[in-house]
Every structure is written in structure tokens, then in C-alpha cells.
């Protein structure tokens, strides 16, 4: 049983591009995040959704849109992809947010290449 | 800007011999810290999360707390090939619904058969 899923595992695509990554968790969790582990492998939140409500935001560029249709999936839209995009994209999701709630299990992760 | 430091690597042990690995935080409020291992090209795994000082053991893995410190650390007994990763240092608050994991940068552990 998977517990957090992504597709697709891999996305190469030409700069201006518009993609979608996709997220669902089956662990009942109330939390979903995105985050963004570059190639020095330093791994950041992009955004973290509560209960299909937007609840961190961090310093991401308008061009990434995130969309929670329900608490289960949490989906990333990215448009005009630039070079500096290409990363892994991990989705992650926790049962809420603070203190041991915040145990957070991640997907396997896309690998976005943006030639 | 909250920060986590994990000291540099990489870090190359004997099979069998302990793996020491340390974090240090910058933000006095943190209350949560995590520890997450990652194989390359897999996602990060939760292995141990503390939230009190002191010592908590799971299996072959013991994380240390010190919050007057500010650092947590991971030690790895009977250390083995398998344990080879990077592990992930993470710390959060629980300033409610905005709370987030600020992870640390990682450090690679070789584990020589």
C-alpha cells in the first residue's frame, strides 16, 4: 500500500513549458506540503496545505501554483519552467502541524529536468 | 531565519563501529526534531523524532537531546553497510498550523564493510 504517491517519477521538458505534478496520500492526514531538494541535495518547503486551506507560502515564484481538490491530494502546476526549476519535487503529508503531528512522510519524489 | 546546522561530512565509519552524527539549531523555540535518513535517489525516511532532552533508543538508534545546547544528535550502534545515506537533521516549533520543518543540509555516512 502506498502511503504518499506522485506522478510522474520523472518530467523532462523545454524551458517555457507549462507542467503538473501530482500528490495523493491514503494515511488519513490532515497535511500536505511540496518541497523542492536541489541538486546540493538541500531540501526546502515550498508550501504546505491544512485541510485544502493554503498555510505556508514560502518564497516561491508565482509561476508554481499549487491546488489541493481535497485533504487527499495536494497537485503542483508550474508554468513557463525555467533551467533553475529542474529539481526533485517531494511531496510530503503529516497527520497537522506542530510538535509530533508534524511527523511528516514524503512521496518518492519527481525529478523535473528542464532543458 | 531559523537554521540548522549538521557538522560537515562526509562520514566514513568501520562496520559495527558507532556512527555519531550531530545538529545544532538556532531558533530557542524549536520543540520537535526529527531525524530522516535518505538513500540516493530515494525520498527521506522519519527514523527517530524526539521532543524532550535526553536520550530516546529505537533498535540500533539512539537521538539525544539538548535544548539549553541547542543540539540533537543521532548515534547509530553496530553501524552497517546498509546504514550507508545521507541523514537529515529537521526542527520545528509548534506555533500551530504554520509550523514547518526547517531541515539541515545533511550528512553523507559511509559505512566500510
Known amino acids: 500500500d502506498t502511503a504518499v504517491s506522485q506522478t510522474p517519477k520523472y518530467l523532462v521538458t523545454q524551458m517555457g513549458n507549462d507542467k503538473s505534478i501530482k500528490c495523493e496520500q491514503n494515511?488519513?492526514?490532515?497535511?500536505m506540503y511540496w518541497y523542492k531538494q536541489d541538486s546540493k541535495k538541500f531540501l526546502k518547503i515550498m508550501f504546505s496545505y491544512n485541510n485544502k486551506e493554503l498555510i505556508i507560502n514560502e518564497t516561491v515564484p508565482n509561476r508554481f501554483s499549487p491546488k489541493s481538490p481535497d485533504k487527499a491530494h495536494l497537485n503542483l502546476h508550474i508554468n513557463s519552467l525555467e533551467l533553475g526549476d529542474s529539481a526533485v519535487y517531494f511531496c510530503a503529508s503529516s497527520q497537522g502541524a506542530g510538535g509530533p503531528r508534524n511527523e511528516q512522510f514524503f512521496g518518492p519524489g519527481t525529478r523535473l529536468t528542464v532543458l | 531565519q531559523k537554521e540548522v546546522e549538521q557538522n560537515s561530512g562526509p562520514l566514513s565509519v568501520p562496520e559495527g563501529a558507532i556512527a555519531s552524527l550531530n545538529c545544532t539549531y538556532s531558533d530557542r523555540v524549536s520543540q520537535s526534531f526529527f531525524w530522516y535518513r535518505q538513500y540516493s535517489g530515494k525520498s527521506p525516511e522519519l527514523i527517530m523524532s524526539i521532543y524532550s532532552n535526553g536520550d530516546k533508543e529505537d533498535g540500533r538508534f539512539t537521538a539525544q537531546l539538548n535544548k539549553a545546547s541547542q543540539y540533537v544528535s543521532l548515534l547509530i550502534r553496530d553501524s552497517q553497510p546498509s546504514d550507508s545515506a545521507t541523514y537529515l537533521c529537521?526542527?520545528?516549533?509548534?506555533?500551530?498550523?504554520?509550523?514547518?520543518?526547517?531541515f539541515g543540509k545533511g550528512i553523507t555516512l559511509s559505512v566500510r564493510p
Open positions: 494515511l488519513g492526514h490532515d497535511t
Open positions: 529537521a526542527v520545528t516549533d509548534f506555533t500551530g498550523a504554520n509550523s514547518k520543518l526547517t
